[in-house]
Nanobody, 125 residues
Framework: QVQLVESGGGSVQSGGSLRLSCKLSEYSARRYCIGWFRQAPGKEREGVAVVYPSSLPPSYSDSVKGRFTASRVNAENTLYLQMNSLKPEDTAMYYC??????????????????WGQGTQVTVSS
């Protein structure tokens, strides 16, 4: 069973940046699709980025494209989500999750078996 631990959340002002980390419990980062999701109070969980186990570039939702960058450092067994130009509407609990197989260019929540505990991101105007 894969365990994922997120960190790096916090409070920033609009226009600021944060970098989230997702540490995997085993040397398996390169074997899984890693999805980044977020859920704001009263809203459904939204997939924002996917990092693939192959050489495919990460994919992003339209809401974060151009502002967020997802990356993987296999040697650290860690994935990162660099979030720039943050907006108040980015405020949410952010999760990373692992899937042994995933749909390309679209985050399908049901494909993700293992989830982290989440880290809170709050953006003030």
């Amino acid at each position: 069973q894969v365990q994922l631990v997120e960190s790096g959340g916090g409070s920033v002002q609009s226009g600021g940046s944060l970098r989230l980390s997702c540490k995997l419990s085993e040397y398996s980062a390169r074997r899984y699709c890693i999805g980044w999701f977020r859920q704001a109070p009263g809203k459904e969980r939204e997939g924002v980025a996917v990092v693939y186990p192959s050489s495919l570039p990460p994919s992003y939702s339209d809401s974060v494209k151009g502002r967020f960058t997802a990356s993987r450092v296999n040697a650290e067994n860690t994935l990162y989500l660099q979030m720039n130009s943050l907006k108040p509407e980015d405020t949410a609990m952010y999760y990373c999750a692992a899937a042994s197989a995933c749909t390309i260019a679209k985050t399908v929540e049901s494909e993700y078996t293992f989830w982290g505990q989440g880290t809170q991101v709050t953006v003030s105007s």
